[in-house]
């Protein structure tokens, strides 16, 4: 008999997963988002168990999703407001991870400005702890709601050639999605600005590197638009908004130049007319709004499976 994945204890990022590893998370992700949309999902699958979500980065999006994902598996699920807590008056993150020890939670899902972050509170709590987004490391929940909806509307996910566009240097979500695109045998254009497209990611796996955005899109399957981080960025990576889309704008016309019916995704929040033109963002090729519900199953799939590390045997 084939041996049964192991349950990770953690889910701190794509990178080192191979593909029997990643295909679990997101075959429950595809039951998940079946019984939601039937109003059916399992609600005591995490009944008495706890959720604390602890954001040091606003995100609206990904902290909305993981909330309602614990709720729908039935789970107590608690919004630490960093902005308002002991954090933000000076305490450390070690002291944080003895607080939330005492709090005997059972999984915190953490967003952090610093890479690495939650992989150091996953060496100092009990809790199982997702990483809901590190500094420019990973965001792994994204990369796997990105490979389920791309898997249900290609009904495969491999040998797809898939286009990620824009700034690519402070994205975490592109690192996370090469590592599992990569890993599942997709292959990857990268196009961006020189000073917004490190060298260095060519070394990630099947990735070329591309600064002409009409010649990256030729021949694509998928085009993934990145939001343009200017909260991360020095001066002078980037020209004016209006000269950014001109030369790295996902237009009709650019679009055009990828294989019919070539999916576009965006991680949001979008930047209207500066990564994308909004008649492509609410096209019939996108599925923008498809990436948000599967956000929600995913995480349903996460919680779930992380949580079954913490049961005896």
Do not use: W
Request: charged residues 20%; contains cysteine; neutral net charge.
């Amino acid at each position: 008999m084939p041996e049964r994945p192991s349950v990770p204890r953690h889910l701190l990022g794509i990178e080192g997963l191979t593909a029997g590893q990643i295909a679990p998370f997101l075959d429950l992700a595809e039951s998940y988002a079946l019984l939601s949309r039937s109003r059916s999902a399992p609600r005591d699958a995490l009944r008495g168990r706890t959720v604390i979500n602890l954001f040091f980065e606003d995100s609206t999006r990904t902290r909305t999703s993981f909330e309602l994902a614990g709720k729908r598996l039935g789970a107590d699920v608690i919004n630490m407001t960093v902005a308002t807590s002991s954090v933000n008056k000076g305490e450390t993150l070690l002291d944080t991870a003895s607080t939330l020890n005492a709090m005997r939670c059972d999984l915190l899902v953490v967003r952090h400005g610093q890479s690495g972050a939650p992989a150091l509170l996953s060496q100092k709590v009990e809790a199982s702890v997702v990483n809901a987004g590190d500094g420019t490391h990973e965001h792994p929940t994204q990369a796997l709601l990105d490979a389920l909806t791309i898997r249900r509307h290609f009904g495969r996910l491999e040998g797809l050639t898939i286009a990620i566009c824009g700034d690519v240097g402070h994205s975490r979500v592109a690192r996370s999605n090469i590592h599992l695109l990569t890993a599942l045998g997709n292959s990857i254009r990268l196009v961006g600005p020189p000073t917004l497209l490190p060298s260095a990611m060519a070394e990630l796996g099947n990735v070329t590197l591309y600064s002409d955005m009409d010649e990256a899109l030729k021949g694509t399957d998928v085009v993934m638009s990145l939001r343009l981080q200017k909260e991360r960025m020095g001066a002078g990576l980037v020209p004016s908004s209006r000269e950014y889309f001109r030369f790295f704008g996902l237009d009709r016309r650019r679009l055009a130049l990828a294989n019919p019916g070539a999916l576009v995704m965006h991680p949001g929040p979008m930047n209207r007319g500066v990564e994308i033109a909004s008649d492509v963002a609410d096209s019939d090729q996108s599925v923008i709004a498809e990436q948000v519900e599967m956000g929600v199953a995913v995480r349903m799939a996460v919680l779930d499976r992380l949580s079954r590390a913490r049961m005896p045997s």
